[in-house]
Nanobody
Framework: QVQFVESGGGLVQPGGSLRLSCAASGFIFSNYEMFWYRQAPGKEREWVATITSGGGRTNYADSVKGRFTISRDNVKNMVYLQMNSLKPEDTAVYYC??????????WGKGTLVTVSS
């Protein structure tokens, strides 16, 4: 069974940093491009970042470009999101996913990031 287990969220002050982790299982992780998405209170889920299957290319939403870094470990079946210079508007539940399960609207529980003083 496919699973995405996100962790690493918490309360952080504006300007601070957090590193999110996602443990993926139930599929051949190294074959798939991976994504991070987020959903702020009262808003639609939005795409944050993408990393190719081998990790060689990344892409970011304009709102996080230059502040967030996506990475992966294909041995550990993990994907990460390093978030720096956090802003209150980054407050959201963060999710990882891969295309087939994203398209089926199958998501993990996510991890909550709250940026507040």
């Amino acid at each position: 069974q496919v699973q995405f287990v996100e962790s690493g969220g918490g309360l952080v002050q504006p300007g601070g940093s957090l590193r999110l982790s996602c443990a993926a299982s139930g599929f051949i992780f190294s074959n798939y491009e991976m994504f991070w998405y987020r959903q702020a209170p009262g808003k639609e889920r939005e795409w944050v970042a993408t990393i190719t299957s081998g990790g060689g290319r990344t892409n970011y939403a304009d709102s996080v470009k230059g502040r967030f870094t996506i990475s992966r470990d294909n041995v550990k079946n993990m994907v990460y999101l390093q978030m720096n210079s956090l802003k209150p508007e980054d407050t959201a539940v963060y999710y990882c996913n891969a295309r087939p399960w994203r398209d089926m609207n199958y998501w993990g529980k996510g991890t909550l990031v709250t940026v507040s003083s």
